[in-house]
Each structure stands twice: as C-alpha cells, then as structure tokens.
C-alpha cells in the first residue's frame, strides 16, 4: 500500500484516465509516517537499560529523520530519493519494534 501511494502520480500519468487521478495523499501518508516514527520514541519511557534505549533511539530517530526527508523531497521521474525514503523509514520501523518487542520480552523473563 505505501509504494503504491507513493507512485499514484507515475500510474495516473502512464495511463492518462485512471481511477487514481483524483487521489493525492501524499501529505496525510507523510504526516501518517512522522507521526508513527514519533510516536514510536515513546519506547524509551519504558523501564529499560540505557543500551537498550539508545538502540531504540537510533532506530526510531532514523525513521523519524527519513520520513521527514520523504516528506521534503522533490518527486521526478528519474528520482528515487523520494522511494529510498519512505524504505528506509518503513524498515527501521519494523526493525524498531521488533527490537522493543524483544527486549521487552527478555526484561519480564528476568523479573
């Protein structure tokens, strides 16, 4: 879905009429995305190691700064910074709670 609103754009201007030619959500998907990245750094409240927090930090950060720099760039034809972007962002977000997820797990199983 994401690389799909992504090139809305591309497919309506390969097609010329095309069922998608009305729909632009590029700033509720960029908005969508810096939100989910921010509010992912609420992780770091939680009760654990300061190296642990600092992983999630980095993580989280690096989701949060790629999707405002999708946010930011120019789309063309020949560019695919706009792509690299939004991958980025959507991986260090799995990544990122895929990592709290565990650390959790392993803080309730030394309790």
């Known amino acids: 879905f994401a690389f799909l609103v992504q090139t809305v754009r591309d497919i309506s201007f ?3 009429q095309s069922f998608l030619v009305g729909i632009i ?3 509720f998907f960029n908005a969508g995305l810096i ?3 921010i509010v992912s750094l609420l992780w770091l409240l939680r009760p654990f190691q300061l190296l642990d927090r600092v992983i999630l930090m980095v993580v989280f950060g690096i989701a949060a700064i790629c999707a405002i ?3 930011s760039a120019t789309s063309g034809d020949l560019d695919i910074t706009r792509h690299f972007y939004l991958l980025v962002t959507l991986i260090a977000l799995i990544q990122g709670v ?3 997820v565990q650390t959790e797990r392993v ?3 030394t309790k």
């Open 69 to 71: 720099l999708q946010f």
């Open 25 to 27: 959500p590029d700033g």
């Open 35 to 37: 939100i989910a990245a």
């Open 98 to 100: 895929l990592i709290a």
């Open 14 to 16: 390969l097609q010329g």
């Open 107 to 109: 803080r309730m199983a």
